[in-house]
């Protein structure tokens, strides 16, 4: 069975902190590794990782892949109240990017 | 664009009802996917496609019928309504899988 698991499940900081979520996984016939960033309504696409060792940027937001260990972390840094949201991790099986099994996500809340 | 366009946004069915959530995508994609979303689960995967013509099933696809006879549309059937189906519902797309899923704003059901 297909299994992404994310830690923490809740995170609280103060503005300006520097958090790192993380994101194992087991599925078969691994492709991809996604991240995603759920406010009010739907998920918003942040990245995507195929590659072990290459980190992803984009502003203030990192993330790396580890296939070999079978992880994902992805970092905030100079945290902002607008961070807050639930971070979605999945990732992608069969050997295909279309079928994505997601991990529960973390609830991130930055307080000013 | 319109993007990925869900309708109902709520909705609410008695037990044994059946209903059609409809889902609508002009952005040519051909994979197109129905998650629910349940407090402290993630996204769980009912159906997915790959194209018009051909679709398979996710992590949980019982109670649930799909039809995908047109790129554009992928309609998600509810065929008796039980009230473990509460949830919301979010239909996502993507062009190939490479640049992670485009999701719409979900629909929200209850069923008492």
Not at chain 1, 51 to 72: M, P, V, W
Not at chain 2, 20 to 46: F, K, V
């Amino acid at each position: 069975e297909d299994k992404v698991v994310q830690s923490p499940l809740s995170l609280v900081v103060h503005e300006g902190d520097t958090v790192t979520l993380n994101c194992s996984y087991e599925v078969t016939n691994f492709r991809s590794l996604l991240w995603y960033k759920q406010e009010k309504k739907a998920p918003t696409f942040l990245f995507m990782l195929t590659s072990s060792g290459i980190e992803k940027k984009s502003g203030r937001l990192s993330s790396i892949l580890d296939k070999k260990e079978l992880f994902s972390i992805l970092n905030i840094t100079a945290t902002q109240t607008g961070d807050s949201a639930v971070y979605l991790c999945a990732a992608s099986s069969g050997g295909s990017n279309y079928k994505l099994t997601f991990g529960k996500g973390t609830l991130l809340t930055v307080n000013p | 664009n319109a993007g990925v366009t869900q309708t109902p946004k709520f909705q609410v069915l008695k037990t044994g009802q059946s209903m059609t959530l409809q889902c609508a995508q002009d952005m040519n994609h051909e994979y197109m996917s129905w998650y629910r979303q349940d407090p402290g689960m993630g996204l769980r995967l009912i159906h997915y496609s790959v194209g018009a013509g051909i679709t398979d099933q996710g992590e949980v696809p019982n109670g649930y019928n799909v039809s995908r006879s047109t790129t554009e549309d992928f309609p998600l059937r509810l065929l008796s309504a039980a009230p473990s189906q509460t949830s919301v519902y979010f239909c996502a797309s993507s062009r190939t899988g490479l640049y992670g899923y485009t999701f719409g704003s979900g629909t929200r059901l209850t069923v008492v």
